[in-house]
């Protein structure tokens, strides 16, 4: 049987490093082909090396992991692409499933459990943890009042209404600042507007921005 082939994108050397060890067990199933350490490298390694799953952390510094995903798919990439990362909130589970990840898992996962969702993801199987398939469940549920925006619009624009700068919401969110003027572009479509106090307005009218 032939082994399962990985690409490792984690901004940590000692994750990295780690996983590679537990991948490399004789008799695993399993061959890393390539590391990376932020979004931009993994997606020119994924190309190059054309891996069967790519484990992907989310936030990186240089290049996260939801733009990742995104290019990927837009570059129509046959790797799946397997979320790796310590995060489970709604900010970060729901973008990243949007712009095409196949599984989810936290990187408190047992290694057996790490092990039957490379094996699932490299199928073209949904593998979600328990705590985000909970949180995707409620999400579906309970839906937020329909804004238009996409669930990483409404978080720079609630940025924005904070007075964030872009540099600041791109560091925060680990995307370019390029990527933070494209989403806010979208958002001034979106919402009939022009600039970004016009936005903040409308977001509080419409309800999209809480009082808080």
């Not at 190309?47 to 484990?55: G, T």
């Not at 790797?79 to 589970?93: G, N």
């Not at 996409?150 to 680990?174: D, H, P």
């Amino acid at each position: 049987m032939t082994d399962i082939t990985l690409l490792i994108v984690d901004d940590h050397p000692v994750v990295r490093d780690g996983l590679r060890g537990m991948f490399a067990v004789e008799g695993s199933g399993f061959r890393v082909l390539g590391e990376a350490s932020n979004g931009v490298e993994g997606v020119e390694l994924a190309e190059r090396l054309d891996p069967d799953v790519v484990l992907m952390d989310l936030r990186m510094p240089g290049g996260g992991g939801v733009d990742a995903i995104a290019e990927l798919a837009r570059r129509g990439a046959r790797a799946r692409v397997l979320v790796l990362t310590t995060y489970d909130t709604d900010t970060d589970t729901l973008p990243a499933i949007e712009a095409g990840a196949t599984g989810y898992l936290l990187k408190d996962a047992p290694r057996e459990e790490l092990f039957a969702a490379v094996r699932a993801a490299a199928d073209g199987r949904t593998v979600l943890s328990p705590t985000v398939a909970s949180r995707l469940v409620t999400a579906v549920r309970a839906p937020a009042p329909d804004t238009g925006l996409s669930a990483r619009e409404n978080e720079i624009l609630a940025l924005v209404a904070k007075g964030t700068a872009n540099r600041a919401i791109a560091a925060e969110l680990f995307i370019s600042e390029a990527t933070v003027k494209t989403h806010l572009t979208h958002i001034y479509a979106k919402l009939g507007v022009k600039d970004r106090a016009a936005a903040v307005a409308t977001g509080y009218e419409r309800g999209i921005l809480g009082n808080t």
